[in-house]
């Protein structure tokens, strides 16, 4: 259970918050540099990824962690299993930024029961994605693209995973609408 929070408990965590809003990052440090380690192996494992892949992700992720924790976006909870899926997300996006589609849904294209085979359907599919909005977009990415299972993708925002499951039906059927899509896509 300590290791869940890296080993921190509430108060410690409270410290934690209230050095990096003074700019104060040596205990940061000192935390997460334990978990950076298990997290660039954790990446090169389950999804074999390069060091420098793997360290650029959980690097990526290091920095918005701070950011979330010094803009209060984050609470004292499962803070390693957030930091992984972080990470993993980081690291899909990177390899995702050296793919011609940057808007987020070329995940999409292998998920449906019909290839999407030429820029036409491509162009419909990314205008059908940008009409999405944002949690829709987030939730669909981290499913599909992050491999989170819906369960998970519950616990991060704290709701159950029926809501988030409605949720992800509705967010489909929405970009089905705007893309004509025929097919049945596979969640």
């Not at 944002?134 to 693209?145: A, P, R």
Request: aromatic share 12%; proline share 1%; with cysteine.
């Amino acid at each position: 259970m300590k290791h869940k929070n890296f080993g921190l408990t509430e108060a410690s965590f409270e410290k934690l918050i209230a050095d990096l809003k003074r700019n104060n990052t040596c205990f940061f440090e000192q935390v997460f540099l334990k978990q950076f380690q298990e997290t660039m192996n954790y990446l090169t494992r389950e999804y074999k990824a390069s060091h420098e892949d793997a360290y650029d992700a959980t690097m990526d992720a290091l920095i918005e962690f701070r950011t979330r924790f010094v803009d209060g976006k984050l609470q004292y909870g499962n803070l390693r299993f957030l930091f992984t899926k972080m990470a993993s997300q980081m690291l899909f996006r990177n390899k995702k930024k050296n793919t011609v589609d940057v808007d987020g849904i070329a995940f999409l294209s292998h998920e449906t029961d019909t290839p999407l085979e030429d820029s036409y359907e491509m162009d419909l599919l990314n205008n059908a994605w940008k009409k999405l909005g944002d949690s829709c977009k987030e939730l669909l990415t981290q499913h599909f693209y992050g491999k989170m299972k819906l369960s998970e993708i519950a616990d991060e925002f704290q709701k159950s995973p029926a809501t988030i499951r409605k949720q992800k039906e509705r967010c489909l059927k929405k970009l089905k609408d705007h893309f004509g899509l025929k097919t049945t896509v596979k969640s």
